[in-house]
């Protein structure tokens, strides 16, 4: 059973700096590749970045390139998602996600993505 714990959400002002964590355990984190999506109060769940198995490939939503870093280290079977020049709009619960299958991470940022395994969120909340 493969298990996602989110970690390091919480309150900054815009302008500011959050990195998040994702734990993964239940399989072998290196075989897959990784993402974050992001759900704001009364909208849907969105794609945020993700990230090949070997971290070679990264993706990310138009809405936070050049803000947002994602990273990995398959040593800790952790992902990270750097977040920079926060904006009020980013505001939401943002959740880890790990495919079932050894998909790209590109097909991951795509509309027909499954959306597999998810944790259980953190929220980042960012003031004006």
């Known amino acids: 059973q493969v298990q996602l714990v989110e970690s390091g959400g919480g309150l900054v002002q815009a302008g500011g700096s959050l990195r998040l964590s994702c734990a993964a355990s239940g399989r072998t984190f290196s075989d897959y590749a990784m993402g974050w999506f992001r759900q704001a109060p009364g909208k849907e769940r969105e794609f945020v970045a993700a990230?090949?198995?070997?971290?070679?490939?990264?993706y990310y939503a138009d809405s936070v390139k050049g803000r947002f870093t994602i990273s990995r280290d398959n040593a800790k079977s952790t992902v990270y998602l750097q977040m920079n020049s926060l904006k009020p709009e980013d505001t939401a619960v943002y959740y880890c996600?790990?495919?079932?299958?050894?998909?790209?991470?590109?097909?991951?940022?795509?509309?027909?993505?499954?959306?597999?395994?998810w944790g259980k969120g953190t929220l980042v909340t960012v003031s004006s």
């Open positions: 996600n790990a495919p079932k299958s050894p998909i790209t991470a590109a097909a991951m940022s795509g509309p027909n993505y499954a959306m597999d395994y």
């Open positions: 990230i090949s198995w070997s971290g070679g490939r990264r």
